[in-house]
């Protein structure tokens, strides 16, 4: 399984970005595709997560309303729209996948991870 994230970069409070996730490899039917964030000197922790083949999503209490994970068949890519931004989403964001259904808001849940984007929220 590899995953390829991207998008991130630096965007002033209430500004928007769109992470991408590029999966390839995922075998079976059905599993779960998490974005997970880790901001400098905090413990890794769950944003948003959907299962593959349907359109059941979860989102952290934090960033409901604000961010809106899809999926883009074609392209076998996750995206992640995050909208009024604030300057506690920065951190280093990663796309990571469970073979687990249903709400996986524990890193540990997660076998495959990508790389990271960075995102930076800052005037």
């Known amino acids: 399984v590899q995953l390829q994230a991207s998008g991130g970069g630096l965007v002033q409070p209430g500004g928007s970005l769109r992470l991408s996730c590029a999966c390839s490899?995922?075998?079976?039917?059905?599993?779960?595709i998490g974005w997970l964030r880790q901001a400098p000197g905090k413990e890794r922790e769950f944003v948003a997560s959907?299962?593959?083949?349907?359109?059941?999503?979860y989102y952290a209490d934090s960033v409901k309303g604000r961010f809106t994970i899809s999926r883009d068949n074609a392209n076998s890519t996750v995206h992640l729209q995050m909208n009024s931004l604030k300057s506690d989403d920065t951190g280093v964001y990663y796309c990571?996948?469970?073979?687990?259904?249903?709400?996986?808001?524990?890193?540990?849940?997660?076998?495959?991870w990508g790389q990271g984007t960075l995102v930076t929220v800052s005037s």
């Open positions: 959907r299962r593959w083949s349907t359109d059941i999503t």
């Open positions: 490899g995922p075998t079976g039917s059905d599993y779960t």
């Open positions: 990571a996948v469970s073979y687990g259904l249903g709400y996986r808001p524990k890193p540990t849940q997660y076998y495959y």
